[in-house]
């Protein structure tokens, strides 16, 4: 697609529960970001992947919170053993390093989480 | 840490000029000046990036001072669509990785 894609769109999950949230990156973006936006707030940085390189998980909050990316492409975040705290949005964006590349990043919708 | 400072809210009426200020006091001579916006329950859409002189889309000008320690984003016209919180980030153009912290931006409440 043209975009960075998100799914699910929402998702309502019970305290204790994991969760997966997927995130499609423009096809040829080799940097893919997975920020969290809780109510009221900016932008917290979680992950970030680059290429084929180790990624930076500097952001995780905790050891609940992983994230893999398949192939260079597709991404997926896990929280384990949900809790209240972790409802937000999640956010995803991609860039690309290229020399030509003007947009700095380019993001998903994201995906609503509530922990209830 | 941000590397930004912004007003968390600003006012505007419709049809008048926005301007958004954002201090980047410490940014590097190799970083340029990105701005954003994020409308509710949406992902954050670019909007501007300038290095040093001063830049012009369809949707903003962008103002950065010479020192380019601050810098400032106009919206011409604004319209009730504007409304939207507005953030100012500093990274490197291409090339390696930074990480990136988007602050709490600007709220821009454009008013009828």
């Known amino acids: 697609g043209a975009g960075v894609s998100q799914s699910p769109s929402n998702k309502v999950t019970e305290k204790g529960k994991d969760v997966e949230l997927r995130c499609d990156p423009i096809?040829?973006?080799?940097?893919l970001y997975w920020y969290r936006q809780s109510l009221g707030q900016g932008l917290e940085f979680l992950i970030y992947?680059?290429?084929?390189?180790?990624?930076?998980k500097s952001g995780l909050p905790s050891d609940r919170f992983s994230a893999e990316r398949t192939g260079g492409s597709v991404s997926t975040l896990t929280i384990q053993r949900t809790q209240q705290e972790d409802s937000a949005v999640y956010l995803c964006?991609?860039?690309?390093?290229?020399?030509?590349?003007?947009?700095?990043?380019?993001f998903g919708s994201g995906t609503r989480l509530t922990v209830v | 840490d941000a590397k930004t400072t912004q007003p968390p809210s600003m006012d505007c009426a419709e049809g008048r000029a926005a301007n958004l200020p954002c201090n980047h006091s410490?940014?590097?001579?190799?970083?340029?000046v990105y701005w954003y916006r994020q409308i509710h329950s949406q992902g954050p859409q670019y909007i501007i990036h300038?290095?040093?002189n001063n830049e012009t889309n369809e949707m903003a000008s962008l103002i950065i001072t010479e020192d380019r320690k601050s810098s400032t984003l106009i919206l011409p016209h604004a319209t009730l669509r504007d409304t939207a919180v507005y953030y100012c980030?500093?990274?490197?153009?291409?090339?390696?990785?930074?990480?990136?912290?988007f602050g709490i931006g600007t709220k821009l409440q454009v008013i009828p």
């Open positions: 096809s040829g973006h080799t940097a």
């Open positions: 300038g290095l040093k």
């Open positions: 980030i500093v990274r490197v153009y291409s090339g390696g990785y930074q990480k990136v912290t």
């Open positions: 410490t940014i590097s001579g190799n970083e340029y």
């Open positions: 992947f680059q290429g084929n390189s180790a990624p930076d």
């Open positions: 964006a991609s860039s690309s390093p290229a020399d030509r590349e003007y947009y700095g990043y380019t």
